[in-house]
């Protein structure tokens, strides 16, 4: 499988994942983190692969619906690979995964939460919401809608579970946008989080880091909205999230 159909399948496969990425502390904050990787020796020890002895056939257990084994491997999987990825450059050490299992078991619990919610406050997509978010995936892979859906069937997603995963993922991005509304970030929090970008370049350099250049404050500006709005919408999916989970019969058997 080559890396560019690989990653097609990771983009899908977490696009429903907004729980298990703030709740496992993805977001960087636009802290200049993302500069190129440090050189580390080719040879390298061969990737880890993910741990799937003994899951149960069900994994978690949300008010009436089951989380099967087979969802979990198919999240845990895409999950395991980013997080291998990762490793590989900074050379953490995988070989404990019972943390992960949690983190993705608590981050499908979270999502299914909100597909609830969605579900029950009436919400529905519409093709035309589900065929730009198709193509908006597609495009973030920089690949055409068919090649893109030729990648997902080649990983066992099929059509029809890939409709489901958009529809779900369109549903609870319009209950995120009802129930918390729209982020617009002060210009004193742009400052602010270019400050943070930029001392972090500074300490790069410190530590003898390779860092790209830092753009300027306007150039800079729309992705740095972009990311505080992201990181908004996280923490406040979060604490939407922990409500909902007051509320409902939550059982996770890992």
């Known amino acids: 499988m080559n890396k560019k159909k690989m990653l097609a399948a990771l983009a899908l496969v977490g696009s429903l994942s907004l729980v298990t990425a703030c709740g496992s502390g993805g977001n960087e904050e636009a802290d200049g983190s993302s500069a ?13 692969s993910p741990d799937l002895k003994g899951l149960p056939d069900v994994v978690a257990k949300v008010n009436d619906k089951d989380i099967s084994k087979k969802e979990f491997t198919r999240v845990y999987e895409s999950q395991f690979q980013q997080a291998a990825m990762q490793a590989q450059m900074s050379g953490q050490d995988l070989s404990d995964q019972t943390e992960m299992k949690k983190q993705v078991a608590e981050g499908m619990v979270g999502s299914e939460l909100l597909i609830q919610k969605a579900e029950k406050s009436g919400i529905k997509a519409t093709d035309a919401q589900m065929d730009k978010a198709l193509t908006e995936a597609a ?19 099929d059509r029809s579970t890939v409709d489901q995963q958009i529809k779900q993922q369109v549903e609870v991005e319009s209950l995120i946008k009802k129930e918390l509304g729209t982020f617009d970030p002060s210009e004193k929090e742009l400052k602010a989080a270019y400050k943070k970008a930029e001392d972090a370049q500074k300490q790069q350099g410190k530590s003898g880091q390779e860092a790209p250049e830092m753009p300027k404050y306007k150039e800079a500006k729309p992705q740095l909205k972009q990311q505080l709005v992201q990181q908004k919408e996280n923490e406040a999916t979060q604490g939407l999230v922990k409500k909902l989970r007051k509320e409902a019969d939550v059982k996770i058997n890992l």
């Open 139 to 157: 495009k973030s892979q920089k690949m055409k809608k068919k090649e893109f859906l030729a990648a997902l069937k080649e990983q066992g997603m």
């Open 36 to 48: 190129a990787p440090s050189s580390q020796s080719s040879e390298q020890a061969a990737a880890p």
